[in-house]
């Protein structure tokens, strides 16, 4: 039992014939394109992180960032003009930031401008200013020297966000090199590690990667979690860290309140976490916790567990051959739409992930417990 997996962004990406990658991979493929000289447009939902990767990359570079958000930048936040003294030509003086760009790549040092939000521009003047930037790498005459790289970010251009479609012009579309980025649960958690984010913020991710960037509230119209509201959320923690509770009204208007409400069960409730990991590493251990979710009546939990343990296991990729019969027994003893919901999590895979997911699957579907219990009930359950 398997399907195609199909989301509105893929679609996207599809439609305007771009690749798409996990952020895991866009430092690696923006370096190889800026070393070049080209110009990479990570293309990709808002919070999940294409800031954090242009800074990454800078940091591995050595190089001098400046970061500017296009939406809030005029022409004139580029250069203003002015007449000389003596009544002459009317030139056009660099704005401060533009100077000292110029000038630290003029010692030898490497310099990365990170133009994100590239999409929308203010006016077709600004618009100018940044097409003349990165299709002759000057502005108003002066070149920007060979060390400057230069980055871009986007939303996507379907509807969902109120930008410029900058894709129906053949020019715009050929002087930027386009690549659609989704958010990567492992990824972020590295990052998290690495970054001092509040361990309560990150073992619920753990538990729940599906929250991570929830999907369900963003299709619904909602407020809705991303990898920089919950790193919002580790900092809206600390500084509030005398609190020996979750401020939910606080936390729900970063990643809406429904989440925000798991979150501070998950808190307070240290019964019901399970690390998805300990499903396959030691299901005996795993198993009585499932157990009290459901002795408690917890099908939430039950639910949002599934989805971590079909999430993670993706992801992690452990050896197979180790796990999986603790996986195949965890399978076995969900409830019916708990088992369907396991099932269509994995089918749901990104195509990194297909090679393990055919290795795991093929071991599964040799195991006593798929052809005499998951298949029979899944098929049974959907008719």
């Known amino acids: 039992m ?3 997996s199909t989301t509105n962004k893929m679609s996207y990406a599809d ?8 952020l895991g991979s866009a430092p690696q493929t923006c370096t190889q394109l800026m070393r070049a000289g080209m110009v990479p447009n990570l293309v990709g939902d808002a919070g999940i992180g ?25 022409a004139s936040d580029f250069a203003i003009g002015f007449r000389e003294p003596d009544g002459g030509c009317f030139k056009m003086l660099l704005s401060e930031w533009l100077t000292e760009l110029i000038e630290v790549a003029n010692t030898g040092k490497p310099v990365m401008l990170f133009l994100d939000e590239i999409t929308r521009y203010q006016d077709q003047e600004t618009a100018s200013v940044i097409f003349s930037m990165i299709s002759e790498r000057s502005i108003y005459g ?24 900058i894709m129906t012009d053949p020019a715009w579309r050929r002087r930027l090199c386009h690549i659609y ?3 990567d649960v492992g990824v972020w958690l590295n990052y998290a590690a690495k970054n001092d984010i509040d ?46 509770f979750v401020p939910v009204p606080a936390v729900s208007s970063l990643v809406g309140f429904d989440v925000a409400s798991a979150f501070a069960d998950f808190v307070d409730n240290a019964d019901y976490k399970l690390d998805p990991s300990l499903v396959w590493s030691n ?19 039950v639910m949002n567990t599934v989805v971590g343990v079909g999430t993670m296991i993706l992801i992690s990729a452990p050896d197979v051959n180790t796990c999986v019969n603790n996986f195949v027994k965890f399978w076995s003893e969900l409830p019916d739409e708990a088992m369907i919901k396991l099932n269509l999590v994995l089918t749901d895979r990104k195509p990194d992930q297909a090679s393990y997911y055919a290795t795991l699957m093929s071991a599964v579907q040799k195991t006593p417990e798929w052809v005499n219990v998951i298949y029979k009930r899944m098929m049974n359950a959907t008719r």
Request: one cysteine or more.
């Open 283 to 301: 299901y005996k251990e795993a198993e009585k916790i499932i157990a009290k979710m459901k002795k408690d009546n917890r099908h939430d939990l």
């Open 15 to 22: 439609k305007i014939g771009i690749a798409t990658i996990n």
């Open 50 to 74: 294409k800031t954090a990767v242009a800074k990454q990359i800078a940091n591995a570079l050595d190089a001098h960032f400046i970061d500017k958000i296009v939406s809030q930048l005029s």
């Open 142 to 165: 002066n070149k920007l020297p060979k060390n400057v790289m230069i980055m871009c970010a986007s939303n996507p251009m379907d509807g969902d966000y109120a930008v410029n479609d």
């Open 2 to 4: 398997s399907t195609k």
């Open 181 to 183: 980025v989704e958010s």
């Open 199 to 244: 361990k309560r913020v990150y073992d619920f991710i753990v538990c729940h990667p599906n929250f991570l960037l929830d999907s369900e509230a963003r299709s619904a119209g909602k407020i809705y979690g991303t990898p920089a509201s919950w790193e919002k959320v580790s900092t809206l923690l600390k500084e509030n860290s005398t609190l020996d």
